[in-house]
């Protein structure tokens, strides 16, 4: 076992309450270890994205507050055994919002979609049958983010938020 495992820190926008619990309380039944570790969330800027955070956190600053309103469909499998509730809506503000933070920054995922994960792909393996029990699952209304949080890994520790905007 590698006790030594990266320190890991990304920009994600936790879904606010009451919607979490909801999300949450399926995410616990699909993917406890992924439910352990963090809430209900969409990545909005990959650790392995970032070169600089100062330039992160100015730039976040500069656009913070803002609400981003989005909506998620049925949730999809992937060919990998993840099971993701996609965004439907319109999402050119989290693009746009990505596009800011990450300017000129050389490793910038371009196939990014947000999502909220129900289970995880790492985990998915021995978990056939959640595919049964969420794919009817539908978030009722739009939800909207209002913060931008930056949250950070230790080795053997869930996400925590270190700075909310």
């Not at 999809?76 to 989290?94: E, K, V």
């Not at 800011?100 to 990014?112: A, C, E, H, P, S």
Request: proline share 7%.
């Amino acid at each position: 076992m590698n006790l030594h495992l990266p320190y890991r820190k990304q920009v994600s926008l936790y879904v606010p309450e009451p919607i979490r619990s909801e999300i949450d309380c399926i995410r616990a039944k699909t993917d406890p270890e992924q439910h352990s570790i963090i809430p209900a969330h969409i990545t909005l800027c990959y650790d392995d994205e970032i070169e600089d955070w100062s330039q992160v956190i100015e730039r976040i600053a500069e656009v913070a507050p803002l609400t981003i309103e989005l909506c998620f469909g049925t949730p999809i499998q992937l060919d990998n055994g993840g099971i993701f509730l996609p965004c439907i809506s319109p999402a050119n503000i989290y693009y746009s919002l990505r596009e800011k933070i990450l300017l000129g920054f050389k490793k910038v995922r371009l196939d990014v979609k947000p999502h909220i994960t129900l289970l995880h792909p790492r985990h998915a393996v021995g978990r056939d049958r959640v595919w049964d029990e969420v794919k009817d699952y539908q978030v009722r209304d739009a939800i909207k983010f209002n913060c931008i949080s930056v949250i950070e890994k230790t080795p053997n520790s869930s996400w925590a938020e270190r700075e909310v905007y």
